[in-house]
């Protein structure tokens, strides 16, 4: 199966649009048109050595979708989002987020192009209702911060039209891997504590706060990007069946697993320091993620999942070690 062009994929300087487009190049795919707000940040280094056609800044690219200028494209692969969690301004989030979704979706179902964006597992909120991404349980999750009530409003107003048969949506767990640099206080643990063993200091986890989980030992489906790619290629190629889906492993592991991984990547042995969860984390605080993957699976995808401990050698070794 392959993906009609031309592919625009917005949030491509960020950390899993950048690996997107770099797999696109890979197979041979450079007519794309990459869309993002680059700012003043780093993150346009991450577009260094990428082939495409066009870079447009995410408000242009809304103004000629508004104005029907915009390309004719034929897969639309919608990764650009807020995708800080602690973000508190719910009005940015409810635009950004939510409405350029909207619009955005509207626009590609209106021209028959494939449409892909990113969910998230925040929407799970606390996981009382369990991980299952089928659409009657949809309806009952209750998300924790406005980042994931940002993502939710949108699954939601796509399962209320009756369009999930026609767009896909993908529920990201704990992404890690390269290229997620310029995120700042959003990277991943592996990436930031690989700073604290480089600069011979502890990797520093959370105290739980939960009588179920001792200090450390909170569990989370940590996916390598290079896996959320493949998914994601999968099922922008035509033919492949719509639906919000999982983009987890399926199988959760504690933090104080990923530290151990770490250090083993390093060859050191593991010092590992627990420290008080900031105040204002606490009552929102996800203490155990884990991906249902039955629909994911039912829905063609079979490649198997990158085990924590092979995601953080490689993410080492190819990435992290170099720079």
């Excluded at 597992?121 to 209702?129: H, K, L, N, R, V």
């Excluded at 940002?150 to 009756?162: E, P, R, V």
Aim: with cysteine.
């Amino acid at each position: 199966m392959s993906l009609a062009g031309p592919i625009v994929v917005t949030g491509a300087a960020g950390f899993i649009g950048r690996n997107i487009v770099a797999e696109l190049n890979r197979r041979g795919r450079s007519d794309i048109v990459l869309v993002d707000h680059l700012g003043t940040d780093e993150r346009w280094s991450n577009l260094v050595g990428l082939r495409y056609d066009d870079l447009i800044d995410s408000a242009d690219f809304l103004a000629q979708v508004k104005a029907g200028t915009a390309v004719k494209a034929g897969t639309v692969i919608h990764m650009g989002a807020c995708s800080a969690t602690t973000e508190r301004d719910a009005s940015f989030l409810l635009e950004n987020n939510y409405r350029y979704t909207r619009t955005l979706c509207e626009w590609c179902l209106a021209r028959g192009a494939r449409f892909v964006y990113a969910s998230s597992a925040a929407t799970y909120g606390d996981g009382a209702q369990g991980y299952c991404d089928e659409d009657p349980v949809t309806t009952t999750l209750k998300p924790l911060n406005m980042y994931g009530y940002s993502k939710h409003l949108f699954d939601l107003w796509a399962l209320q039209n009756g369009l999930l048969g026609q767009i896909v949506g993908l529920k990201f767990f704990n992404v890690y891997g390269p290229f997620e640099d310029h995120k700042g206080d959003m990277r991943s643990v592996v990436h930031k504590s690989y700073g604290r063993i480089s600069a011979g200091q502890d990797v520093e986890l959370f105290k739980s706060y939960h009588p179920d989980y001792k200090d450390g030992e909170q569990q989370r489906d940590f996916i390598y990007v290079r896996d959320v790619v493949d998914v994601t290629l999968h099922f922008s190629a035509r033919g492949t069946p719509g639906g919000l889906y999982n983009c987890g492993t399926g199988q959760a592991r504690s933090w104080i697993d990923l530290a151990r991984a770490l250090y083993a990547a390093v060859g050191k042995q593991p010092q590992i320091r627990l420290i008080d969860m900031p105040q204002q984390l606490r009552g929102k605080y996800q203490y155990f993620t884990q991906a249902d993957t039955a629909k994911l699976r039912r829905a063609g995808y079979t490649a198997p999942f990158t085990s924590l401990e092979d995601g953080v050698k490689d993410y080492v070794a190819t990435h992290l070690a170099i720079r």
